[in-house]
């Protein structure tokens, strides 16, 4: 398996613009989790799916923000309009929820909002 | 929901020595308590993990202590090498669900 697929990998824009960030989980792997990740804040979680539903979105950090898991093998993170202050790298990870716990992350995008 | 704490933010050590990281949760109902390491640029990884039915871990030279009572975990290196030198993470999670994070600590090793 390639693992835990993201993209764009980097992506640089300006404020007030819609960002989507992509993740295709593991093959299997039937949980998904978005986490956010700045020097500040550390890994924070955004939200996480079972089976393709958002379980937990407490995280989010406001109505700009929204995750969509249409299917097993793709999920997205979109932010509308977009700030200065959502600058970050973003992870996707995925496991499966009967299996030993490990998280297998994606690369990341590391998001820059001018 | 669970909250995880980590300390220190940064440790630095003498390549041989030992390195301790120390967590503590929240959540009694946690029961998967993961380290992952992150190099510079580069995703989380996972190096060990302990479950709530078992106190103590080892593979080669790290190792996780668990004190379920007290509420708190560590990592243990030891016989540090420069290549130790990255971000650490511990975790807290029930049931493999609702997986949060520490802080991380920046550990440098010094040759």
């Known amino acids: 398996d390639a693992g835990v697929i993201q993209s764009p990998r980097h992506e640089v824009t300006e404020m007030g613009q819609e960002v989507t960030l992509r993740c295709k989980p593991i093959s299997g792997h039937n949980s998904l989790f978005w986490y956010r990740q700045t020097m500040m804040r550390g890994l924070e979680l955004l939200i996480y799916?079972?089976?393709?539903?958002?379980?937990?979105d407490s995280g989010m950090p406001e109505d700009r923000f929204s995750a969509k898991m249409p299917n097993a093998s793709f999920s997205t993170l979109k932010i509308q309009p977009s700030e200065p202050r959502d600058s970050a790298v973003y992870f996707c990870a995925s496991t499966q929820v009967t299996g030993n716990g490990e998280l297998f992350f994606g690369e990341g995008s590391r998001l820059t909002v001018l | 929901g669970e909250n995880v704490e980590q300390h220190p933010s940064t440790l630095s050590v003498q390549e041989g020595d030992s390195a301790v990281i120390k967590c503590t949760y929240s959540d009694s109902a946690s029961n998967y308590f993961p380290w992952y390491k992150q190099e510079l640029g580069k995703r989380p990884q996972l190096i060990i993990d302990i479950r709530s039915n078992v106190g103590e871990k080892k593979d080669q030279r790290i190792a996780v202590t668990l004190n379920k009572t007290a509420k708190h975990f560590s990592l243990h290196i030891t016989e540090t090498q420069p290549e130790d030198s990255a971000v650490y993470f511990c975790a807290a999670s029930y049931r493999n669900n609702d997986m949060r994070f520490g802080a991380g600590t920046r550990l440098t090793v010094k040759p």
């Open positions: 799916f079972n089976n393709n539903v958002p379980i937990d």
